[in-house]
């Protein structure tokens, strides 16, 4: 898949941020959760001006669970595609994850074992679910407080290996990266380095909080600093990148909420004019 | 086996290790394990927080320890959705008379508007229906009317202060 038509800064949509997002003067886009969206009747009213405005809506899915042992179901396919039509989508993104298994739903989103036999199943749904969906499909590095043992190998490893076997694009989200730096050692550098521009669909960043000695991707805590100095180097290597803020509780005030916006903004424009620079010479 | 088994067989044992506490497979840091299972069942209360406001209000600082109590010993094996999660978990309360008296007008709107399937999955209720109950605490008749359309008149008596 090339590049989405994706562009700018945007903003997780959620009712408690409609207003803000309403009056936001150009949204770059706007991501919607397949999953809070009512089942049947009509699409809310903020969401049906932003797309007058031509803001681009991305449906994003926690549900599906792409990485697990069985096929996606089809129903869920089948209810993930009316869902893109309903808000006009251009892009549905779900996650390098599975979500329940041998009959019970764990509620999140858990890690895949880095493994053959976990790639394998993994590409093979990631086909299934792009022959069932009418728009293209992302798919999302998850954060995770364990790792499966035994990995066959690294995690920049993991998402090159699905970008080579499906037309799937990433949606990196560099909070759930940072969440493995501190959490598994990831190499952070090796995953910026495998993700080509074409495709990479757009870029996640949250908040999230640090306990224990763990790090929580809890996008009910304030933006660090480490998410988003991924962000710039993930810029610095591919120049300007879509990317979005993602607030799913504990809302702030709409000051703070602007200035996480204006943060993550500074940082992608200090990235990018270090790559326009390099560009340059 | 096939890849498909192996994973679904590990997979599962890891769900049944984060749900209902059984031993962590072997390989994993069972620290962390615990710790990711602390994890989804702090997200799954804060969203039935998030859902019954006025159960959790009512519960106070007991509603964390109940829930997570409670959710032990209740997975999930549908669809998450806090507020079939929520009304599950009222109905444990009332189950041991610990519900608090305040919130059942909210339940009595919810199961006008509501059902849970043998399943546990939250279905809309259509066209008119009429909820009649008495209440654990204060004894008095209470009543919800789903009318067509939605809407939902209810009648519930004042708890008298004591």
Redesign the interface.
């Known amino acids: 898949m090339t590049g989405l038509s994706l562009q700018g800064v945007g903003i997780g949509w959620r009712r408690e941020l409609a207003l803000f997002i309403d009056r936001l003067p150009s949204p770059g886009f706007v991501e919607v959760l397949a999953e809070h969206l009512p089942a049947s009747g009509a699409v809310p009213e903020p969401l049906l001006r932003l797309r007058e405005r031509g803001v681009p809506v991305v449906l994003h899915a926690v ?1 599906l669970g792409l990485g ?3 096929p996606p179901d089809p129903r869920r396919l089948d209810w993930l595609a009316r869902q893109a039509e309903r808000v006009g989508a251009i892009c549905i993104s779900e996650h390098l994850a ?1 979500v ?9 989103l ?1 890690p895949l ?1 880095r493994s ?3 790639l ?2 993994l590409a093979e749904n990631v086909l299934r679910a792009q022959a069932a969906l009418p728009v293209p499909l992302a798919l999302e590095n998850v954060a ?7 990995a066959a190998f690294s995690e920049a490893e993991l998402l090159a290996g699905v970008l080579s076997r499906t037309q799937a694009s990433l949606l990196l989200d560099v909070a759930n990266l940072h969440a493995h730096v501190l959490n598994h050692d990831t190499d952070a550098d090796a995953v910026l380095a495998c993700v080509p521009r074409e495709r990479l669909a757009y870029v996640h960043v949250a908040g999230g909080v640090q306990r ?1 000695g ?1 790090y ?1 991707d809890t996008h009910a805590h304030p933006l660090h600093a480490g998410p988003l100095a991924l962000l710039e180097l993930l810029a610095e290597r591919l120049g300007p990148v879509p990317v979005m803020l993602e607030r799913d ?1 504990r809302f702030p005030a709409e000051a703070e909420l602007a200035s996480e916006l204006s943060a993550v903004a500074t940082a992608l424009d200090r990235g990018a004019s270090r790559w326009r620079a390099e560009a340059r010479r | 086996m096939s890849a498909r088994e192996r994973l679904a067989q590990a997979q599962a044992e890891l769900v049944q290790a984060l749900g209902v506490g059984a031993p962590v497979p072997s390989g994993f840091d069972p620290a962390r394990v615990l710790a990711a299972a602390q994890s989804l069942i702090h997200k799954r209360r804060r969203g039935v927080e998030r859902a019954w406001p006025p159960l959790a209000a009512a519960l106070g600082t007991d509603f964390a320890v109940r829930f997570e109590h409670w959710a032990r010993t209740h997975p999930m094996a549908v669809e998450p959705d806090a507020l079939a999660d929520g009304r599950r978990f009222a109905a444990s309360l009332q189950q041991e008379g610990r519900l608090p008296a305040e919130v059942s007008g909210v339940l009595l709107d919810f199961d006008a508007r509501w059902r849970l399937t043998s399943e546990g999955e939250r279905a809309p209720r259509r066209g008119v229906w009429l909820v009649v109950r008495r209440d654990d605490t204060t004894r008095r008749l209470q009543v919800a009317l789903r009318l067509p359309g939605g809407r939902v008149w209810r009648w519930v008596p004042k708890v008298r202060a004591p």
């Open positions: 549900s697990s042992a069985e599975f329940r298994a041998g009959g019970l739903e764990s509620g999140h858990l074992p053959e036999d976990a394998d199943v995770s407080l364990f790792e499966w043992p035994d224990d763990l929580h509780d």
